[in-house]
């Protein structure tokens, strides 16, 4: 309500405060936007090292859109050290749940880095998968 002004006054802070409150109980989805609140800095200091710290709880939970931002960090460096097997093994999960973006940066990913990064990746995407499912 806070976020978009739905009968109520957009206010990011009060937003990110509830967003904060959920994401901490474990809401995935508030994780996510409490990540993307740090990412750009509305409500709080932008700040990529918290940005990237919700994105990966929501993404560790199998939230796509978070493990797709969680790629991108990778890739660029933002909040956590660049790592292009992180980027492609966290794109690829999220291409894995259907999340078309992330095919798209998926292949974006592949052309920049060698095949045996895209093998491990992919490795590492297969055992991610399996511990979450023995966690269900």
Same mark, same amino acid.
């Given at each position: 309500?806070?976020?978009? #002004? ?21 809401? *995935? /989805?508030?994780?996510? $936007?409490? #990540?993307?609140?740090?990412?750009? #800095? &509305?409500?709080?200091?932008? /700040? %990529? ?5 919700? &994105? ?6 199998? /939230?796509?859109?978070?493990?797709? *931002?969680?790629?991108?960090? %990778? ?16 794109? /690829? ?6 999340? =078309? ?20 990746? =992919?490795?590492? $995407? ?11």
């Amino acid at each position: 309500m806070y976020q978009n #002004g739905e009968g109520l006054p957009q206010n990011y802070s009060k937003a990110v405060k509830w967003f904060r409150m959920a994401a901490e109980q474990g809401d *995935s /989805n508030a994780q996510y $936007s409490l #990540g993307l609140k740090y990412s750009v #800095g &509305h409500g709080v200091p932008q /700040n %990529y090292s918290e940005a990237a710290k919700w &994105h990966r709880k929501s993404a560790e939970q199998g /939230n796509t859109a978070a493990q797709l *931002s969680l790629a991108r960090m %990778y890739d660029r460096g933002n909040g956590v050290p660049q790592n292009d097997l992180s980027a492609y093994m966290w794109a /690829n999960l999220a291409a894995s749940g259907g999340l =078309e973006k992330a095919e798209t940066f998926s292949d974006i990913l592949r052309q920049k880095i060698t095949k045996k990064k895209i093998a491990e990746a =992919e490795r590492l $995407s297969k055992e991610w998968v399996k511990k979450r499912a023995k966690k269900q």
